[in-house]
């Protein structure tokens, strides 16, 4: 007991905490580079094809032509390439492979001159795998063989792509016909798709499986699970058994520690007569139309969801009014992902920008115009890029597309123009958190919470500037793992800090915990969230040409990443029970006991509970290579991103609002009933949605991968099948009760705050007047 408790002690110095930090820090940076360097040295080649007399059949130019019709027409909105984008259509490159399989049996077939018998089916059959995996790739000359039947293919392949993009009665049609009419803009785009599936399936030289590792699962193609993808899954979960094991042991010293030990040195509990004192300082009070923004960003964002959840369904047409015409699958979901992280990020800017002067030392000179120009540049921001999101798939900007309507990139839909500004805006978010909080950053405390706030921020910042590396003449496979940098980096590791940040923050101020005790949360939850999230990365690259060690480092880190959220999670249960234990110390010394926000905590809890089952329980099914490589693409992955996005960071986004605005409005006009309805609305219609559908429906579709292949469990056929469809129109109970019950009211209390906003002072006042200066808020 005396040397766990040693341990314990050591633990709770900052001035050790160097050493673990560095140590991970530096084995995960050292990782990333190592995948970045095999990206690029490993990447499959983008050749010539060419037949035996050297005719050219797919020139490399033709390819990357087609990559640039992908984009333009936002494609990754409708279908996917290597599984990532949206399952509204095929996977093009599984759709393509299988295509190329039939059509090699097909070549075969009509060139036998006799009836075959099914032992010669069998010989034709293998020869088909035979062609598809044999790599006849030449460096020297960039080119790539085709055989007589794999030319046949090549023409099989662009007249499927015709069909369905001309043919409204096509059963893979694209709706609404007439998307894309260009006929050699069709045909650029079928070789890339070609180029997709020669990637799954040739050999990759020196191994016996594609570049892929054999994904996408299609037998016929010859792509089974390899050897590897097994094993790694094995040590996979032997990694995260050791993870679990190792967090629970010292968790189980930190439970010695008492609520006192959490409370103590916690400014008082912020209560309704503590409301009433308080007035905001002018930038605090400037915060608000970043949340009377952000809601109504909110939304429209959910509105989008349902027009494209329409789509899937085919309930389009609304007084004679064709919305799939209008508003293509393309739009309405481009819109719904990227106004996500629209109404976030005000959020997220919004509350860093409201607790500044509670923290630091007054306003500094030109904080407010600072504010005001950032939300002046984030406004133009996302009104252009909505508009520019809808003119750019629709043919109206031509070659500016890119620049000022959409990208083609899932999560990163908007113009490069827009993505300048939004680098502007993070830049500015940083420098004026710097600015608010220089005054009380002490260099000799590098771990305090202001400047964990500071470097949350500054690493969001330059996350973002991997979105500017990759051009459109990029090898998709070396593109998209520049578009994980900032994805996956922002969601799974320093979104995760920065909502550990926050919700810290919230506490300390809603006097429910001490400084110090947040402190070591933050530290702890940073250093884990950083040691499985940089590397966890790996899990979004099975698939997509990388090497089996990448395979290896995703297998086992993204395991991990559990680990944390567990940890939060036991936190959790000791934060939910921190109102009543100081409701009673504080009627023990004759002071109000009535907590003033129990809505804000609510949705607290919303946070670490979704963090649990949505990022953690719903992430870990889906991230072990084998289970991921039957399941990549599917619903289970929406499943899981539905259930992490809204219900960790949509709970703490709409928890900043209503905590900010608890300051900022008048406590008479506050109804505690309708924020608890809008919280169980929520967090109920998002249950029920997971409930009644995505997980159910990913499950479905899972199954159906691996009895017909992944192909058919991506296409029309299955999409429109009555058990998809059944669950689909499911979805609608949870909805509407997200939709009803819980969005319109939030949209309801923000718009009746703007009449009831208290006027605002020089300096933080009430409940923080004396405080300022206490251990608990510096």
């Known amino acids: 007991m005396k040397t766990e408790l040693s341990f314990l002690s050591y633990l709770m110095k900052p001035k050790n905490w160097w050493l673990p930090f560095l140590l991970i820090f530096t084995v995960s940076i050292s990782g990333l580079i190592f995948i970045g360097y095999q990206t690029y040295s490993e990447a499959p080649p983008i050749p010539d094809f060419v037949d035996s007399q050297g005719q050219v059949h797919i020139s490399q130019s033709d390819i990357l032509a087609g990559q640039e019709v992908f984009h333009r027409y936002a494609l990754m909105e409708y279908g996917s390439m290597f599984g990532d984008g949206a399952l509204r259509g095929p996977d093009f490159t599984a759709q393509s492979l299988h295509i190329q399989a039939e059509s090699i049996k097909d070549f075969y077939l009509i060139e036998s001159p006799k009836e075959v018998s099914p032992l010669e089916i069998a010989g034709i059959e293998a020869q088909v795998k035979t062609e598809i995996k044999l790599n006849r790739y030449d460096p020297e000359t960039n080119q790539t063989h085709l055989s007589s039947a794999q030319i046949f293919a090549v ?12 043919d409204p009665d096509f059963h893979e049609a694209f709706k609404p016909a007439g998307y894309l009419t260009d006929t050699k803009e069709i045909e650029q785009l079928s070789k890339f798709f070609y180029w997709g599936a020669w990637v799954c399936s040739v050999t990759r030289p020196g191994e016996n499986y594609s570049y892929t590792h054999n994904w996408p699962y299609d037998p016929e193609a010859g792509n089974t699970p390899t050897a590897s993808t097994m094993l790694w899954s094995i040590l996979g979960l032997f990694g995260l058994i050791l993870g679990l094991g190792a967090v629970m042991y010292y968790y189980g010293q930190f439970e010695q520690l008492s609520d006192d030990y959490y409370s103590k040195g916690a400014s008082e509990m912020v209560t309704e007569a503590k409301l009433r004192t308080f007035r905001p300082t002018p930038t605090q009070r400037a915060t608000f139309k970043f949340f009377f923004v952000a809601i109504l960003l909110f939304l429209i964002q959910v509105l989008a969801g349902v027009l494209t959840v329409h789509d899937f369904v085919g309930l389009t047409n609304f007084f004679g009014l064709d919305l799939q015409a209008l508003i293509p699958v393309t739009i309405s979901r481009s819109w719904h992902l990227q106004i996500s992280l629209y109404w976030i990020s005000a959020c997220w800017v919004g509350i860093s920008f409201f607790v500044l002067p509670l923290l630091g030392k007054g306003e500094p000179k030109g ?10 540049i984030f406004f133009v921001l996302v009104a252009g890029s909505i508009v520019g999101i809808y003119l ?23 113009g490069r123009v827009y993505q300048y500004m939004l680098l502007l805006v993070f830049a500015l978010w940083a420098v004026i958190v710097y600015r608010g909080l220089k005054g009380v950053m002490d260099k000799t405390r590098p771990w305090e919470l202001p400047n964990w706030l500071v470097y949350a921020v500054v690493c969001i910042l330059l996350l973002l500037i991997s979105g500017f590396v990759a051009s459109p003449e990029t090898n998709f496979v070396v593109a998209d793992f520049w578009r994980w940098m900032v994805v996956h980096m922002w969601v799974e590791a320093f979104f ?14 809603m006097g429910l915990v001490s400084r110090q005790a947040v402190t070591k949360v933050v530290y702890l939850a940073a250093l884990l969230f950083l040691g499985s999230g940089l590397l966890g990365i790996s899990h979004n690259f099975y698939w997509n040409a990388k090497p089996v060690a990448t395979l290896a480092l995703g297998s086992v880190f993204s395991t991990l990443q559990v680990v944390p959220l567990i940890l939060l999670t036991l936190e959790a249960w000791r934060m939910q029970r921190m109102p009543q234990v100081l409701a009673k110390k504080q009627e023990e010394f004759g002071r109000s006991s009535l907590f003033a926000m129990p809505g804000v905590f609510l949705y607290i809890l919303g946070v670490n509970f979704w963090n649990f089952f949505g990022a953690g329980v719903f992430g870990l099914i889906i ?28 709970n703490l986004s709409i928890a900043a ?28 219609g998002l249950a029920l949605m997971v409930v009644l559908d995505l997980f159910p429906a990913g499950i479905h579709q899972l199954f159906t991968v691996m009895d ?15 058990p998809f469809q059944t669950m689909t129109w ?46 608990a808020l510096n």
Do not use: C
């Open 155 to 166: 023409s099989e392949v662009g007249s499927f792509y015709q069909k369905m993009f001309f």
């Open 623 to 650: 991230n072990l290579p084998i289970a991921n490589y039957y399941e990549h693409g599917t619903y289970l992955t929406v499943n899981h991103g539905h259930a992490a996005l809204m219900g960790v960071y949509g």
């Open 657 to 684: 609002i209503l905590f900010a605005i608890r300051f900022l409005v008048k406590p008479e006009v506050w109804n505690p009933s309708l924020v608890k309805i809008s919280f169980w609305s929520i967090n109920l």
């Open 496 to 509: 995760e800090v920065f909502t550990t940040i926050i919700v810290g923050y919230m506490m300390v101020m």
């Open 367 to 376: 904080q407010l115009k600072l504010i005001n120009l950032l939300f002046g």
């Open 730 to 775: 499911l979805r609608i109970v949870g909805g509407s009760i997200f939709l009803l019950g819980g969005v319109l009211p939030l949209v309801w209390i923000v718009l009746k705050s703007t009449k009831h906003l208290k006027p605002k002072s020089l300096l933080a006042s009430g409940p923080f007047r004396q405080e300022r200066k206490s251990p």
């Open 708 to 722: 017909k292949g992944y192909w058919f469990a991506r296409s029309q056929e299955f999409i429109g099948s009555a």
């Open 392 to 414: 750019g798939p629709k043919g109206f900007l031509g070659g500016l597309s890119r620049w000022i309507g959409h990208q083609g990139w899932e999560f990163v839909e908007l």
